[in-house]
DNA sequence: ATTTGTCCCTGCGGGC
DNA sequence: TGCCCGCAGGGACAAA
């Protein structure tokens, strides 16, 4: 399941492939995977230049160029355009070698010098989008999820972090999944930080005092910074661009641990459900609110 | 206003 | 052995 450190481990892998070729040609395999169609995909990706490979919250970001010989007179407005891929539960983005193949593709983009990449997934729930990169209509920012993104928790201060997590009840799980509160995160990575800050997920965010909020924000950032640093965590879908897997699954400490003992006290691990998704914790380290 | 449920989709594992 | 069901979960959306 990719999240943060996942996709950022994508784009690392990729960029050095990708960037600075052409997308001479976006093959279709599944219509339905590219927004907002596939033929006004195809016309803003066909003939650009990859420029960059980047990352935002879960979404894997390609910047693309003007397109070469843009005139002042008919694309004085080319200013470029940005292709964002989610890729949920089971997409992947592959760097195909030659000859190589992929299941479960659903697109493919050509590009110069005989480089393919490839966009897979099986279950189909991912996407690929594509905008201009201007402040006009079509362009990222335009786009609902995208803009309200919260912040990137790597990038924010344990204070912007306290204030985000607001003076309400909401349960602490729910707004660390909230994309909009803190962008990246998903049920993995959640559930490792409450259990490393000793923190129960479903702790009211008014239950959580200013140290126990730093607390978690220590433990969010070094659980992500340790994942990136392994790659990612590869439980049974997720790979890089060069089909490698990730080593943070064999450090996962709350995750996919139900009924095992915690590695820090002993006690059986418990689940429960927060926000719609299986939360682990130990019920001795992580103790009920009051 | 927050929160829960349903849907999307496929594979897999548990239960019987 | 084989079938059925629930689960996996990110986000959009509807509903309580």
Redesign the pocket.
Known sequence: ?P?LPEVETIARTLAPDAVGRDIQRVEVLDPSALHPDPATFQALATGRRIESVGRR??LLLLTLAPRDGASTEDNAEDSGAILAV?L???GRVFVLAPGMETDRTRAVLHLSGGMRLAFAD????GSMHAFTAGQGAGSIGTW??YANLGPEPLSMNAAEFRNRLGL????IK?LL?D?SVIAGI???YADEALFRAGVRPDTPANHIPPKKRDALFAAIQAVLTQAIAENGSSIRDYRDAHGDAGAFQNHFRA?GREGKACLACGEIMR?MR?????STFCPQCQPAPR
Do not use: S
């Open positions: 399941m999240e919250a879960k989610h949920r539960m089971t099986l279950r189909r729930f609902p999820f309400g009840r909401t349960r729910a999944l994309q998903g049920n993995i995750y689940v927060v926000a719609g998704r299986t």
